[in-house]
């Protein structure tokens, strides 16, 4: 049996033409970088998520120790014991304010450069009116 030359050397009426070969690779690595992209993308905004919830918990903490010590439930100034209570919690106290036995309060904390604040109020039932 023999060969013919041009069969060998890749030409294209020959059986090693061109095709796709490597095509496979080129795909394997656009679906990485993707993934890598889309996780870079969403880690952050999760992590936003997680200190956003955390100062949500502190905004209401700090709302309700205030309250429990305008109401006299608890002894001291309300300012003072939400802004403990916002420290505990991982954030800091931005604003305070006492109207009777309610409570409003902010809770901030930074992430990446910026600052999440958020709004709580407490204080006996029906008084939020």
Do not use: H
């Amino acid at each position: 049996m023999t060969r013919c030359a041009s069969c060998a050397s890749g030409s294209p009426g020959g059986s090693r033409g061109r095709g796709d070969g490597g095509s496979g690779s080129v795909l394997a690595i656009a679906v990485i970088a993707s993934v890598a992209a889309f996780t870079l993308t969403l880690v952050p905004l999760a992590q936003a998520l997680v200190v956003k919830q955390r100062v949500v918990a502190a905004a209401d903490a700090a709302a309700l120790a205030a309250a429990d010590t305008a109401s006299g439930a608890t002894a001291g100034f309300p300012c003072d014991a939400a802004g403990r209570a916002a420290r505990l919690n991982g954030a800091r106290l931005g604003r305070c304010e006492i109207d009777g036995l309610i409570a409003t309060v902010s809770a901030v904390s930074a992430y990446w450069g910026m600052n999440i604040t958020v709004l709580a109020r407490a204080g006996p039932p029906g008084g939020a009116r």
